[in-house]
């Protein structure tokens, strides 16, 4: 099978367990960039790629990289490309362009007239030529300008990969599918351990750990890719990949379990546990965590409320008392939670292991790790 370069894109912060698990799914040659690793496989290995890694964003072909230096320049090498192996003149495409060029600086510009060799390509040689669509094309291309290269690469994902199709609903500041995996990777859990999210909001930590542990491919519940639009689609290959990830499912043995002071939140997370077939294994219930009054010994994931999205009157006393509740119900467990909030973090009243930067959107976060060591509580404070 041919052998392709490929760039999976990802949240900042993510890129080396990114690249841990492209690794792991075969992929060759492998480098970390800025948001993002690019490797080289085959065709395989791309739909494998979308069904099964659980950090990537989006998987993006590389077609072509060439030097360029004028409009004439960028025209005449994507009219040169064979665009007809991807897509047909009665088909649609849309390009979206990043310049950091030294003479063409703006980036609609550099789409209109990437469009425009693509489409006289076709005219030229069929008479006819592909439309514009910007919503939901076959083909969507994406055409990157540094100062003086050029690269051309086809987005085979389509919808973001976040978008797992699992989601019946949603709360207020759900985090999303990708950092959730993300962050899931980084605490190294590996299902041997009860897992606890005690601010589990819709769910998506349950959700994502329960996938991991089950080997459960993060694409099982997406039916759309858009490679399946592109003219090359190998059907079988695809019902290949996603039987032989299916195979590797096992039964969830671990505990698992989640908890929402709001009831909406509850009902929600076990909406979205009976929709991905958890919710038999995986109990939600309505608890204030200040109210803890029973122990835990496990891996603690949670997204508190960092007063950004969601509100809180009183930032400190909040995470004082999540802290207290570490240090008075968890001994022997380690607890992981994500703020942007620095307030926040210097009110836990532990000092963290680890604190690892990560973005959630746009805010700066950091991932902090508390261990909460049995029958010695002085070492944490
Ligand atoms: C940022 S949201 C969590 C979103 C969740 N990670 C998701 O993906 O949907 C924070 C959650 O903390 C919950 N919460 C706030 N205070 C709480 C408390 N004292 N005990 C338990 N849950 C609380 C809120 O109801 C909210 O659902």
């Keep these: 099978m041919e052998k392709y370069h490929y760039i999976a894109k990802t949240f900042a912060g993510l890129e080396?367990?990114?690249a841990q698990e492209l690794a792991d799914l075969g992929a060759e040659n492998v480098q970390n960039l800025v948001r993002g690793c690019s490797f080289?496989?085959?065709?395989?290995?791309?739909?494998?790629?979308?069904?099964?890694?659980?950090?990537?964003?989006?998987?993006?072909v590389v077609l072509k990289t060439f030097m360029v230096n004028s409009e004439r320049d960028?025209?005449?090498?994507?009219?040169?490309?064979?665009?007809?192996?991807?897509?047909?003149?009665?088909g649609s495409l849309a390009v979206d362009a990043v310049t950091f060029h030294k003479v063409m600086?703006?980036?609609?510009?550099?789409?209109?007239?990437?469009?425009?060799?693509?489409?006289?390509?076709?005219?030229?040689?069929?008479g006819r030529r592909p439309s514009v669509d910007l919503v939901s094309p076959d083909v969507r291309i994406h055409v990157h300008l540094s100062p003086d290269e050029c690269t051309v690469a086809l987005d085979s994902s389509g919808d973001p990969l976040f978008k797992?199709?699992?989601?019946?609903?949603?709360?207020d500041a759900p985090i999303n599918e990708v950092l959730a995996a993300g962050l899931l990777a980084l605490t190294g859990w590996n299902g041997e351990k009860p897992l606890h999210d005690p601010m589990c909001g819709s769910g998506t930590f349950l959700i994502e750990a329960a996938m991991l542990a089950t080997h459960t491919p993060c694409g099982k519940f997406r039916s759309r890719f858009d490679f399946m639009k592109w003219v090359d689609y190998d059907d079988e290959l695809w019902q290949s990949v996603q039987s032989e990830a299916d195979e590797n499912i096992q039964p969830l043995t671990c505990k698992i379990s989640g908890?929402?002071?709001?009831?909406?939140?509850v009902s929600m997370a076990n909406r979205n546990l009976q929709h991905v077939g958890f919710s038999e294994q995986i109990v939600v219930l309505p608890k204030d965590?200040?109210?803890?009054?029973?122990?835990?010994?496990?891996?603690?994931?949670?997204?508190?409320?960092?007063?950004?999205?969601?509100?809180?009157?009183?930032?400190?006393?909040?995470?004082?008392?999540?802290?207290?509740?570490?240090?008075?119900?968890?001994?022997?467990?380690e607890a992981w939670l994500i703020t942007s909030n620095e307030e926040a973090m210097k009110s836990v009243g532990l000092r963290p292991s680890k604190k690892i930067k990560v973005f959630n959107g746009k805010l700066e976060c950091r991932f902090l790790k508390y261990e909460m060591y049995s029958g010695s509580k002085k070492r944490n404070e």
Aim: proline content about 2%; charged content about 30%.
């Design 164 to 171: 797992r199709g699992y989601r019946l609903g949603s709360v």
């Design 40 to 60: 080289e496989g085959n065709k395989k290995l791309m739909y494998r790629v979308n069904y099964e890694c659980r950090t990537a964003l989006r998987v993006l």
């Design 259 to 265: 908890a929402d002071a709001s009831r909406r939140a």
């Design 16 to 18: 080396s367990i990114l």
């Design 289 to 333: 965590y200040f109210r803890t009054t029973e122990n835990f010994e496990g891996t603690i994931v949670t997204n508190p409320p960092y007063d950004e999205r969601m509100k809180l009157d009183d930032t400190a006393a909040f995470y004082q008392q999540m802290g207290n509740i570490f240090k008075n119900y968890c001994a022997g467990s």
């Design 105 to 126: 600086k703006h980036s609609l510009y550099v789409a209109q007239l990437s469009k425009d060799a693509i489409v006289d390509r076709f005219r030229d040689r069929e």
């Design 74 to 90: 960028l025209y005449n090498n994507l009219k040169e490309m064979p665009w007809e192996n991807y897509m047909d003149s009665m």
